[in-house]
Nanobody
């Protein structure tokens, strides 16, 4: 079993910062990549950022230059540093892990957390 638990969300004012964390646990054999997604009310879930096993990062245009994705392999934790937050960043943020496990080591599977709410409002 693989579990992902997001934390760090909250209510902030425009221009402020938040750091989201995603703690992972379980029988992971190898990680292909990890990412952050978000879903605003009434909208589809959208990709925000990702980081590969080789620490190559990529970002959606809407967050490029403001958000930074990183990993702490020793702590099995994924982070999303969000600066200069805007009201349009309001959403539930989810982390995703694509990995092989010891029980499914022949192919990668996606695993998701349950999300953390980020609200940006004055």
């Amino acid at each position: 079993q693989v579990q992902l638990v997001e934390s760090g969300g909250g209510l902030v004012q425009p221009g402020e910062s938040l750091r989201l964390s995603c703690a992972t646990s379980g029988n992971v054999f190898s990680i292909r990549d990890m990412g952050w997604y978000r879903q605003a009310p009434g909208k589809q879930r959208e990709w925000v950022a990702q980081i590969t096993s080789g620490s190559i990062t990529d970002y959606a245009d809407a967050v490029k230059g403001r958000f930074t994705i990183s990993r702490d392999n020793a702590k099995n934790t994924l982070y999303l540093q969000m600066n200069s937050l805007k009201p349009e960043d309001t959403a539930v943020y989810y982390c995703r892990l694509t990995a092989r496990t010891y029980t499914n080591y022949n192919y990668n599977m996606d695993y998701w957390g349950k999300g953390t709410q980020v609200t940006v409002s004055s």
